[in-house]
């Protein structure tokens, strides 16, 4: 079965950091770009990093530019979001979010997502 | 910035056609996504370059674009239909996600 499941959420202070974690399965990870997509409770999809097939091209928003850092091991068949000084208004659903082919880059396959609390 | 808007949400009655927007200036040269998101589950791709329908979701789900619109049409929408609706696309390098539009089938 073709499966994302996220890691690593939780109740962290602010300032505090986190790595989440996303393990696929059913498919070759190393075909495939991925990204993180966050959602906080009752709103909508915000984008906060891509990273290309072999990691070697990675883009944020200026949101959260400098302070997440995306990475990918194929070998292990994983995805990584390591988040550094983070604020309460990072407070969300994070899902890893698979690519497809096809112009304007559709995410096909997403994890069911891991929460993460930011509050003192 | 790029934004892309949509109606925050809709209503629908069981078996008539909705009809969910999304705007953007311009869309024109840009390829529109969209996905369906149930209560408590995770976005569904449902349509994919403006209007290519990705396997297995069903033909009633269609799309287009038209200069700075592009549009979901749920024909003859169901209760399951009931989701937040969220259009997307690339603005290099950034994935943009429209606010999404609730639609309700009642």
């Known amino acids: 079965e073709v499966l994302l499941v996220e890691s690593g959420g939780g109740l962290v202070q602010p300032g505090g950091s986190l790595r989440l974690s996303c393990a696929t399965s059913?498919?070759?990870?190393?075909?495939?770009?991925m990204n993180w997509v966050r959602q906080a409770p009752g709103k909508g999809l915000e984008w906060v990093a891509y990273i290309s097939s072999s990691g070697g091209t990675i883009y944020y928003p200026d949101s959260v530019k400098g302070r997440f850092t995306i990475s990918r091991d194929n070998t292990r068949n994983s995805v990584f979001l390591q988040m550094d000084s983070l604020r309460a208004e990072d407070t969300a659903f994070y899902h890893c979010a698979r690519e497809s082919s096809g112009y304007g880059r559709p995410l096909n396959l997403w994890g069911p997502g891991t929460l993460v609390t930011v509050s003192s | 910035s790029f934004d892309l808007t949509q109606p925050p949400s809709m209503s629908v009655s069981p078996g008539q056609t909705a009809t969910i927007t999304c705007y953007g200036d311009?869309?024109?040269?840009?390829?529109v996504c969209w996905y369906q998101q149930r209560p408590g589950q995770s976005p569904v791709l449902v349509m994919y370059e403006d209007k290519r329908r990705p396997s297995g979701i069903p033909d009633r789900f269609s799309g287009s674009k038209s200069g700075t619109i592009a549009t979901l049409t749920i024909s003859g929408a169901q209760a399951v239909d009931e989701a937040d609706y969220y259009c997307?696309?690339?603005?290099?390098?950034?994935?943009?996600f429209g606010g999404g539009t609730k639609l309700t089938v009642l």
């Open positions: 997307q696309t690339w603005v290099s390098p950034n994935v943009i």
């Open positions: 311009p869309l024109d040269d840009k390829n």
């Open positions: 059913g498919f070759t990870l190393s075909n495939y770009e």
